[in-house]
């Protein structure tokens, strides 16, 4: 299984801990590279939603998990590919979603695979890598 940075909502999915799927391949990945890997604005977008809902457990088992994981940061190199990929999206007709196009762009910029349940919002982006959890085999 080739190196995965997680989207928010497979992170999400991860937590909440209720597609058995989904589980069984991230315990798969696991086993293999020990790490999740997500970027720093999963964590921000992450962590916000569980403060708005003053979800304390969940917060803190989430921060355990944020200890445990590579949380990739936000790079100029990030953020300059982020920039080329809103230019895109804006005059191809794409969605122009900022946390999406960092996300994506770190996925790049790192040479990993973007693990979604979102493919439709990442799919026009020539060079990115995808897999959906949710319909792949451990």
Same mark, same amino acid.
């Given at each position: ?7 928010? /909502? ?9 597609? !058995?799927?989904?589980?069984?391949v !991230? ?8 790490? $999740? #890997? $997500? ?6 977008e992450?962590l ?6 003053r =979800? %304390?457990?969940a ?5 355990r998990?944020?200890? /445990? #994981? ?9 953020? /300059? ?5 809103? !230019?895109?999206a804006?005059? %191809?007709?794409?969605?122009?979603? /900022? ?12 040479r ?7 493919? !439709?919002? $990442? =799919? ?10 949710? #319909?792949?085999?451990?």
């Amino acid at each position: 299984m080739n190196e995965a940075l997680l989207d928010t /909502d497979v992170l999400s999915e991860i937590l909440k801990g209720r597609n !058995a799927r989904v589980l069984q391949v !991230a315990q798969g990945y696991l086993a293999e590279h020990a790490r $999740f #890997s $997500f970027s720093a604005i999963t964590h921000y977008e992450v962590l916000r939603g569980l403060r708005a809902n003053r =979800a %304390g457990a969940a917060e803190r088992e989430f921060l355990r998990l944020a200890d /445990d #994981s590579d949380v990739l940061p936000i790079s100029l190199r990030v953020l /300059d590919r982020a920039a080329d990929l809103w !230019a895109e999206a804006r005059r %191809g007709g794409f969605p122009r979603n /900022d946390a999406d196009l960092i996300i994506a762009a770190t996925a790049m910029e790192t040479r990993r695979v973007l693990v979604t349940g979102n493919a !439709a919002h $990442f =799919a026009w982006i020539p060079g990115l890598s995808l897999a959906d959890w949710r #319909s792949t085999s451990p």
